[in-house]
């Protein structure tokens, strides 16, 4: 009971934390150079691992569906299935992990870090408002680089696919290419953005939350991020359910 009643204050005082940083965000936007500051972190060092990660993706789709598509002579197909599989699933969920684990933390220990340290206290003494200084440009930057790394992800998930499946496997590229255009959507690929962008806002209050949450010294700074990491990645595969039952 004691545990249902702390998950339920977690997921409270996550909520607020959002709704107040949204608030923030529509009456004092952060400072550009703040956001621009987060979007390289976020999402311009983190474009070369994001690229490798697709292209591997997609080279293994083919290797792992080749066999099948085989048996009823449907390799050309192979392609639309990369496509979709990429564009629908894989790719806003690949990212979304990847990101969790690598920025998600970096911010959950930055502002643990800020808080043991009383950095936090210290701002709000200079009538600085931490949400508008340390979580609104981490939001902003997230919504709008996690789906560009989606993008990204997407792309060379396809140039990966393309590579194994017309190189090693021998299927013809224009079936492989038209089959792909024929069938992909543009709501899927859309669908899959809008899946980024609500994983982009999760990852990062969760990560935000459990920095500002904080205590214990450096112990508590490893708690901390390592429950960021968890707990988002979990979010985000339930999450992931529940958008693609909803936009698909």
Known sequence: M???????EHVG????????????IIKSP????HILKYM????VTAAPLIAITGFFTGGVLVVETYPTFHRFNAEFLIGALVSLSLARELAP??????VTARSGSAIAANIGTMKITEQIDALQVMAVNPIRYLIAPRLIAAVIMVPALTILSYTSGIIGGYFVGTYLYSINPYLFVEKMKDLTELK??????YKSAFFAMTITIIACYFGYVTKGGAEGVGRSTTTAVVVASVVVLILDYFLTALIY
């Open 93 to 98: 969920v690949l990212v979304a992990l990847l």
């Open 2 to 8: 004691e545990k249902f009643k702390r998950f339920v």
């Open 13 to 24: 005082e996550a909520t607020i934390l959002f709704l107040e940083t949204i608030f923030v």
């Open 30 to 33: 952060p400072k550009i150079k």
């Open 40 to 43: 390289d972190e976020i999402g």
């Open 188 to 193: 899927d690929i859309f669908g899959g953005l």
